[in-house]
């Protein structure tokens, strides 16, 4: 089981209260937690990376174990804690306020 | 009892504003989908309580959300805007190629007569349409196609088609604007398109017959004379008797033609209305006094309308999609403010007031009259 933590907004899109609970088969990588997250919730598809190119978007940032995992590949094995329901992924909107 | 309902979309949320007939007591309801940029929100004239918005951020890009019941509750719909084939390149703002790049949903225009259709123009610059309610789209690609998209260029604001007209009276023909390329028809429901810009004048445009790359800030009509249309370009207020098929100019006596909205009586073919801006270097009314100018005469002569606007230190935009008419019998006029005032006049543009006043900036606003 895997622990997903989305920033406030997207629960709120997507009608979430609490940590994201999902069951993966297979290999537990950026790009099989994505697919399970917007097959659960549809209304997040979009959202965290582009619909064709499947690349994430520019100001989400994915997190986990204290290690900025962003820039990972989306097939890489994400850590074992995550992968295990020990630790959370976390989504993250990258700060870039300012613009108002 | 006749019902209006406004539809207002924000920099940070949507709201909907409703009023009896008499336009005096308004109930607010939102933000919906608070934090979010609005950018517009409107209602099927064939199912009033079908509404569509769209919704983006920077974070987390473009959302659809799609109402059945008058904006009272939302549900998320399709966001697949996917070009048609290999998208290719416009022209960026050197003049160099640049890829075609879906960024957001700046226009929903629903259908007349069919709830679940509706038009979407999106930047960079592409018409889309579903037929299913919004859960899915299709790029209208005989536009992008149609030879001169290649020299498209994007404006201030990003290379966005705004402005969708439906004709009434032909469920074939329709209108569409993009900044910065110009004003384009069609006649086959969306298939094929004609540029249709000539006599638009523009500053510094090499050669003033250009067929494209005019700077088109929105494009209205009057239902009942779909063939005229009236125009706000950058600068220059335009009129077409024929289509779109030539264009000439009606300023006359503004104190700017520059400015975004343009809108139609709702009863009057010959009363339309603008909010003249100082400048495309100062996005703000002229000496700081806000002002709805009127024309009667279809163009050329114009009244300035003060009474209840600020008439000093105003120094707001009203942005492209930021005004509306309702159907009432007194024609009453609507338009939204950057700095979150919407004003409305229940009797033509003669008096106005604040129907809301503290709202984050005003994108676009929309109204329903209802029975």
Redesign the interface.
């Known amino acids: 089981m895997i622990r997903v933590v989305l920033?406030a907004?997207?629960r709120t899109?997507?009608r979430i209260s609490g940590d994201v609970e999902l069951e993966i088969e297979g290999p537990v990588t950026q790009r099989s937690v994505l697919d399970a997250l917007e097959a659960r919730y549809?209304?997040l598809?979009?959202?965290?990376r582009?619909?064709?190119t499947q690349v994430r978007?520019p100001?989400?940032r994915f997190f986990a174990c204290g290690q900025d995992l962003s820039h990972e590949s989306p097939d890489t094995p994400l850590p074992e804690a995550v992968a295990k329901g020990v630790e959370p992924f976390l989504v993250v909107?990258?700060i870039?306020g300012g613009?108002? | 009892m006749s019902k209006v309902r406004v539809l207002v979309g924000t920099k940070k949320g949507a709201f909907v504003l409703e009023s009896d007939g008499k336009r005096t007591k308004w109930d607010i309801t939102g933000p919906h989908f608070g934090g979010w940029e609005i950018y517009h929100v409107k209602g099927s004239p064939a199912d009033p309580n079908r509404l569509y918005a769209s919704q983006s951020s920077g974070w987390s890009g473009q959302v659809l959300q799609r109402s059945n019941d008058g904006g009272k509750s939302w549900e998320v719909v399709g966001n697949k805007f996917l070009y048609d084939g290999v998208p290719g390149t416009h022209q960026w703002y050197d003049g160099t190629p640049h890829p075609w790049e879906f960024k957001r949903v700046w226009h929903l225009e629903p259908s007349i007569t069919d709830p679940d259709m509706v038009y979407a123009g999106i930047e960079d610059a592409a018409l889309f349409r579903t037929l299913d309610g919004a859960k899915t789209w299709e790029e209208l690609s005989g536009l992008r196609k149609h030879g001169s998209g290649p020299h498209w260029a994007p404006g201030a604001g990003g290379m966005c088609l705004h402005t969708i007209i439906l004709d009434p009276a032909d469920p074939r023909r329709i209108y569409i604007a993009i900044s910065a390329a110009g004003a384009f028809r069609s006649d086959d429901a969306g298939a094929t398109w004609k540029p249709i810009n000539q006599g638009l004048v523009s500053a510094h445009i090499p050669d003033p017959k250009a067929e494209v790359g005019h700077c088109v800030h929105h494009v209205a009509i009057h239902p009942s004379r779909p063939g005229v249309l009236f125009m706000q370009k950058h600068w220059d207020i335009m009129r077409s008797d024929n289509a779109g098929d030539s264009w000439h100019e009606v300023s006359g006596n503004l104190p700017t033609d520059f400015g975004f909205v343009i809108d139609v009586h709702a009863h009057e073919p010959e009363t339309i209305y603008v909010v003249p801006i100082k400048s495309d270097g100062e996005h703000y009314p002229p000496e700081g006094k806000l002002r709805v100018y009127r024309s009667r005469t279809g163009g050329n002569e114009w009244e300035p309308l003060t009474k209840g606007l600020p008439q000093s230190d105003c120094y707001v935009n009203v942005l492209r999609d930021a005004m509306a008419v309702d159907s009432l019998d007194q024609c009453g006029v609507y338009f939204g403010t950057t700095g979150g005032q919407v004003y409305a006049s229940s009797d033509a543009g003669d008096n106005w007031a604040p129907i809301v006043r503290d709202l984050p900036a005003v994108l676009s606003v929309e109204v329903q009259t209802l029975q």
Request: net charge positive.
């Open positions: 920033p907004h997207l899109l997507a549809p209304a598809s979009g959202t965290l582009d619909h064709v978007r100001f989400v909107g990258a870039a613009r108002g």
